[in-house]
């Protein structure tokens, strides 16, 4: 090696050792605790190593629940939340005036806390001995019955943790989506227009693939934050979410770790490489897909 190669590794060093000791070492060591059968954090002892941690796990009907009520998040917010993200930066970017204004707008939501944010959907749904909420009173001018989205049926508090998710995502999505749109170049445009190119081809033949970098972008780390969703339940439907029937994966982990059932981190390192194998799949699995639909210039 020459002094540049010795001296790119020493600009380096920092990096790796932060990310060895806070990343690559936890993972290993959580991978090494799922298989040890038995461990007791206190003595630090197991009586056996082997797959039981996993076949306990995959039958804990607490752990379905969170994967099934998880998988129901992915696959509804991640789709929704980028398709409106789309079209909201579509519309601002079509808009002249008080296009800064609007960014704004829309983008506070994404600087307000998120457990702040989550209170106040519960006051806008929950229903008390007080009040029916705002949205049940919208309801109810429209002729139908109150709904309990808190404490009801489980597909209404699957509808109000979906909703408030795509309202948290949402802001960063059409951040990064509007800036992409600024970014094609407006030659291609000039050209289609030359040639009365209909609005629907443009958008497909053009806009499209030009900002399908960003767009992979933003489906890749949405279908990483939706599996690691945790914060948004308990925001809504408070610390007990096994009481609520909408735990999710991470939140299964934190109470194999610290909850009520507390005290085995066997099981919840187990839960977590379970999480990582899933996530590490799906991101293989479009960055495949990437490969024929996504567009560098």
């Not at 809504?236 to 939140?251: E, K, P, R, S, Y």
């Not at 479009?286 to 024929?292: H, Y």
Request: aromatic fraction near 18%; proline fraction near 4%; charged fraction near 10%.
């Amino acid at each position: 090696m020459n002094n540049r190669s010795y001296k790119g590794w020493l600009y380096l060093l920092p990096a790796i050792l932060f990310l060895g000791a806070f990343m690559v070492y936890p993972l290993v060591d959580v991978f090494v605790y799922s298989f040890e059968e038995g461990y007791n954090s206190a003595s630090q002892s197991f009586f056996g190593t082997g797959l039981y941690n996993y076949g306990y796990v995959l039958r804990d009907e607490y752990f379905l629940r969170a994967l099934k009520n998880t998988f129901l998040l992915v696959i509804i917010t991640v789709p929704l939340s980028t398709g409106l993200a789309l079209l909201i930066s579509v519309a601002l970017n079509s808009i002249k005036k008080l296009r800064e204004l609007f960014q704004t707008i829309y983008f506070l939501p994404y600087v307000t806390n998120t457990l702040a944010v989550g209170l106040v959907f519960m006051i806008l749904f929950k229903k008390t001995a007080y009040t029916e909420g705002l949205v049940n009173m919208v309801i109810n001018f429209f002729g139908s019955p109150s709904i309990d989205f808190i404490n009801g049926p489980y597909w209404a508090k699957m509808f109000v943790l979906c909703f408030y998710t795509i309202w948290v995502v949402l802001p960063f999505k059409i951040l990064i989506l509007t800036s992409a749109l600024a970014s094609v170049r407006q030659d291609f445009y000039n050209a289609a227009r030359l040639d009365a190119t209909p609005k629907w081809r443009v958008f497909t033949r053009i806009t499209l693939p030009m900002i399908s970098p960003q767009l992979f972008y933003l489906i890749i780390t949405g279908f990483i934050g939706a599996f690691k969703a945790y914060s948004d339940a308990v925001a809504i439907f408070g610390i007990d979410l096994n009481a609520a029937g909408m735990n999710t994966i991470v939140g299964y982990v934190y109470d194999m770790l610290y909850g009520n059932g507390g005290g085995w981190p066997s099981y919840a390192s187990a839960a977590a490489i379970i999480l990582f194998a899933i996530v590490l799949t799906i991101t293989c699995i479009n960055l495949l897909v990437s490969r024929k639909h996504v567009y560098y210039v």
